[in-house]
């Protein structure tokens, strides 16, 4: 699939550096269904689960790619597989239970039987009933198996891509994001829980949040109020060698532990810097990496990031579910050799983050006020210049909007698109 036969609207980039953002792109529904074909179908590695996630033989979770639904398994012989979640009769979705542990993925609809390898191994009354009936003799199971992604696994983080031309890897990730799934992953986790949250809004909206690390010390008032993570404190923004990937840190000491950590929030009307907590415990930071930072978000392309906010480790990953809709889920771990005081405390702090986090609550917020007041100016653009214009480059401050150009950027180059021009591939 090509997207060749779509045909989209020509929603004009005026700066080639994609510091001028057409509204229509967040709400065209031919865009969206253009991005499932060239982004999510394209040469991209999507994350799709954790390797922690199905420890055993016949283990699955389903999952999406997109919006195209997804089994990912481990079969008898310990190998990972993923497939689409369709069966090969009539369509159908084959395994509706969200997780489990089975022999075969069974379609209701007609009871058509796949392997945990993809393979057609049941189809009833094949041959008909005495004589009449059934499918032609010549018809072949091996032929109509499920759709296989092809898979990568990095540190037990398993990826998928259905492009026969998608780079390797590690060559799509590039050393930074390679080294921080390494970081996040550097010893065996456990699964702690998950969190889903709907909203309704571009996908797009939230990428954008996700490599926005201005609007961290600013929307989420928690953060400012506590010393999280504030614009005048240490941090910054790091991306791969297109600007595809970022990473949006925050360390201890420095800016934000001095006099000077409330500066520049007179104008804001953000309130008492001096409120304090009646249980502090719950912002306390147990060092348990190399390095210094204890807020780490890795922004991957296309729709996942790697979570660290203080000792609360995740995976969240993007769900399309129209150019109005996305789902976002976070699988929250720690590691298999914490005890029971350090689970129980990034279980409290896991609730910084989600629909109803002390931190991120906003998050879903903004997306869906961005987009309801968007709705009726396809042809007007968001303003993207914190940090300048011109070229992508690593920031050494949390001011900027550079990070999410080096996402439209890579974006356009998938979609066809020349930022500056009006035309498409």
């Known amino acids: 699939m090509n997207g060749a036969a779509l045909a989209a609207p020509h929603y004009r980039f005026p700066a080639a550096d994609c510091s001028r953002i057409p509204y229509g792109m967040y709400l065209d529904a031919d865009i969206y269904a253009l991005e499932?074909?060239?982004i999510f179908h394209g040469p991209v590695w999507n994350f799709l689960a954790?390797?922690?996630?199905?420890?055993?033989?016949?283990?699955?979770?389903?999952?999406?790619?997109?919006?195209?639904?997804?089994?990912?398994?481990?079969?008898?012989?310990?190998?990972?597989?993923?497939?689409?979640?369709?069966?090969?009769?009539?369509?159908?979705?084959?395994?509706?239970?969200?997780?489990?542990?089975?022999?075969?993925?069974?379609?209701?609809?007609?009871?058509?039987?796949?392997?945990?390898?993809?393979?057609?191994?049941?189809?009833?009354?094949?041959?008909?009933?005495?004589?009449?009936?059934?499918?032609?003799?010549?018809?072949?199971?091996?032929?109509?198996?499920?759709?296989?992604?092809?898979?990568?696994?990095?540190?037990?983080?398993?990826?998928g891509t259905f492009a026969d031309d998608t780079p390797p890897l590690e060559e799509f990730l590039g050393p930074l994001f390679v080294r921080q799934v390494e970081r996040l992953f550097h010893k065996p986790i456990r699964i702690l829980g998950y969190q889903r949250q709907r909203i309704f809004g571009n996908w797009k909206l939230y990428t954008d949040n996700l490599r926005d690390p201005n609007h961290g010390g600013l929307l989420h008032m928690f953060q400012i109020t506590f010393g999280i993570a504030r614009l005048s404190g240490?941090?910054?923004?790091?991306?791969?060698?297109?600007?595809?990937?970022?990473?949006?840190?925050?360390?201890?000491?420095?800016?934000?532990?001095?006099?000077?950590?409330?500066?520049?929030?007179?104008?804001?009307?953000?309130?008492d810097m001096n409120i304090t907590l009646r249980d502090p415990s719950l912002l306390r930071y147990y060092k348990e990496f190399p390095d210094t930072l204890t807020l780490a978000i890795s922004s991957l392309f296309p729709a996942s990031a790697l979570q660290q906010i203080g000792n609360t480790l995740a995976v969240r990953q993007i769900r399309t579910r129209s150019a109005n809709e996305f789902e976002?889920?976070?699988?929250?771990?720690?590691?298999?050799?914490?005890?029971?005081?350090?689970?129980?405390?990034?279980?409290?702090k896991a609730n910084l983050a989600g629909p109803a986090g002390l931190v991120s609550m906003e998050?879903?917020?903004?997306?869906?006020?961005?987009?309801?007041?968007?709705?009726?100016d396809a042809?007007?653009?968001?303003?993207?210049?914190?940090?300048?214009?011109?070229?992508?480059?690593?920031?050494?401050?949390?001011?900027?909007?550079?990070?999410?150009?080096?996402?439209?950027?890579?974006?356009?180059?998938?979609?066809?698109i020349t930022p500056g021009a009006a035309s498409w591939a």
């Open 363 to 376: 998050d879903g917020e903004a997306v869906e006020l961005v987009h309801r007041a968007i709705v009726r």
């Open 50 to 159: 954790l390797e922690a996630e199905i420890p055993n033989p016949g283990d699955f979770r389903v999952v999406a790619v997109g919006d195209t639904p997804v089994i990912v398994d481990r079969a008898r012989d310990g190998s990972i597989h993923a497939m689409i979640n369709r069966c090969a009769h009539r369509g159908s979705i084959v395994q509706r239970a969200l997780h489990g542990n089975c022999k075969v993925h069974t379609c209701c609809y007609h009871q058509w039987s796949f392997d945990l390898t993809g393979r057609l191994v049941g189809v009833p009354f094949q041959k008909g009933v005495n004589g009449h009936g059934g499918l032609p003799a010549d018809f072949d199971k091996s032929c109509h198996g499920l759709q296989r992604l092809r898979i990568a696994t990095l540190k037990g983080v398993i990826f």
């Open 234 to 271: 240490t941090g910054g923004a790091r991306m791969d060698d297109d600007g595809k990937h970022n990473l949006s840190w925050a360390a201890q000491g420095g800016r934000a532990d001095d006099d000077t950590a409330t500066e520049g929030y007179d104008e804001t009307g953000r309130g």
């Open 36 to 38: 499932q074909i060239r």
């Open 379 to 416: 042809d007007q653009h968001s303003v993207v210049e914190f940090g300048g214009r011109g070229p992508i480059k690593d920031q050494e401050n949390l001011i900027s909007d550079v990070p999410m150009r080096g996402f439209w950027l890579h974006y356009c180059k998938l979609m066809g």
């Open 328 to 348: 976002i889920v976070s699988t929250f771990f720690g590691y298999e050799d914490d005890d029971a005081a350090m689970a129980r405390h990034r279980l409290r």
